[in-house]
């Protein structure tokens, strides 16, 4: 979902697809400083970013805030609020019906990690 050129100048590294996780497949990379950033497609939410929002007002988040993602809606968002210690959840809405999660863990500003991925994915997407 990010090209080669994309991950490395993101600081990644070291491909790890996972073409059978439980929600999607995906794909996760790593560097040398022990970081990572990892993409999924979410085969299990049919109602798009709507359905992240749903989630919302069922109180099944520890944090939420919405954010524009390169021109789609997403939202920082997770069970566990884990910023503080390097780890952020952003879930891209790219159609009505479907959606990308970057969940990053890193040394510093996970949430901005998590969107310039999601910028590159996007970018990635959008050339074909």
Request: glycine share 12%; aromatic share 8%; with cysteine.
């Amino acid at each position: 979902m990010i090209s080669d050129d994309r991950v490395k100048s993101l600081g990644f590294t070291n491909e790890i697809p996972k073409p059978d996780a439980p929600n999607g497949p995906g794909c996760m990379w790593k560097n040398d400083d022990f970081e990572n950033v990892g993409i999924g497609l979410l085969n299990n939410q049919p109602l798009g970013i709507a359905g992240i929002y749903r989630n919302q007002e069922q109180g099944l988040y520890g944090y939420f805030e919405p954010v524009d993602v390169a021109g789609y809606p997403g939202v920082y968002s997770d069970a566990y609020d884990g910023r503080p210690s390097g780890a952020c959840t952003l879930s891209v809405g790219v159609t009505d019906t479907q959606v990308f999660t970057v969940t990053t863990q890193v040394k510093s500003d996970p949430c901005e990690r998590a969107k310039q991925a999601a910028e590159a994915a996007l970018q990635t997407m959008s050339e074909g």
